[in-house]
């Protein structure tokens, strides 16, 4: 009997840390029922009953169980495909600017030459 009350106090009071590091570690927007502060006087004062109604009434709903639920494949997701397609535009406007930059590039080099055998010319008839 003696073995089961400290196995009992033992798993009372691993259960009641456990639930204050969870109670601290929620969002204060995110707690239902009662305001944080007063979850950690009920989960100090009533340890078991305190801890059973945190997971009851005060836990945050898991964020986990929400996405898992709502997760799509990337083909399926608008937000996703939308971004894909920015990107696609973004780099898109990347290359054209470096092939007009190039090009550029190109008739300035051949310019000069250009403009070198114009000069020469006058001159030589001069």
Do not use: N
Not at 21 to 31: D, G, N, W
Not at 101 to 107: A, N, P, R, S, T
Request: aromatic share 6%; proline share 5%; net charge neutral.
């Amino acid at each position: 009997m003696v073995r089961f009350i400290i196995f009992a106090a033992v798993v009372s009071v691993a259960l009641m840390i456990y639930t204050l590091i969870e109670c601290s570690r929620a969002e204060k927007h995110q707690v239902r029922s009662l305001p944080k502060s007063a979850w950690v006087v009920v989960i100090i004062l009533l340890p078991l009953i305190g801890a059973v109604l945190w997971f009851v009434l005060g836990r945050p709903q898991s964020s986990t169980s929400q996405s898992t639920g709502q997760q799509k494949a990337p083909d399926d997701d608008e937000d996703f495909l939308r971004q894909l397609e920015v990107w696609r535009r973004q780099q898109q406007r990347e290359t054209d600017a470096k092939a007009r930059e190039q090009e550029l590039k190109d008739q300035a080099k051949k310019k000069p030459d250009a403009d070198d055998t114009d000069s020469d010319t006058p001159d030589t008839k001069a």
